[in-house]
């Protein structure tokens, strides 16, 4: 068992950057896929970054490449994610989950661990 707890959000103006950590419990973090994924009002939840066991692999929807990185810090059992110039459309909750395959990935269903999520809202 993984238990996740999300911090880091908040209502920002368009271009700022908000870093959001997760931090893990239970079982060795460093076996497990780390996930971000977010979801928007009246969206379905969506993948945005992943990092593999080591940190060494790392994956980003096109929708926030060259703008979000994912990290994380075995040592501290938390991943980060640094979001720069932030967009509106940015606004959403923001989950994190872990993989316990270990293997970075983009569809909800390979995580088995999720948090309750932390709120972003970027205003225009």
């Known amino acids: 068992q993984v238990q996740l707890v999300e911090s880091g959000g908040g209502l920002v103006q368009a271009g700022a950057s908000l870093r959001l950590s997760c931090a893990a419990s239970g079982r060795p973090f460093s076996s497990y896929a780390m996930g971000w994924f977010r979801q928007a009002p009246g969206k379905e939840r969506e993948f945005v970054a992943a990092?593999?066991?080591?940190?060494?692999?790392?994956y980003y929807a096109d929708s926030v490449k060259g703008r979000f990185t994912i990290s994380r810090d075995n040592a501290k059992n938390t991943v980060y994610l640094q979001m720069n110039n932030l967009k509106p459309e940015d606004t959403a909750v923001y989950y994190c989950?872990?993989?316990?395959?270990?293997?970075?990935?983009?569809?909800?269903?390979?995580?088995?661990?999720w948090g309750q999520g932390t709120h972003v809202t970027v205003s225009s």
């Open positions: 989950a872990a993989a316990g395959g270990g293997i970075a990935d983009n569809t909800l269903s390979s995580y088995d661990y």
């Open positions: 990092i593999n066991w080591s940190g060494r692999r790392t």
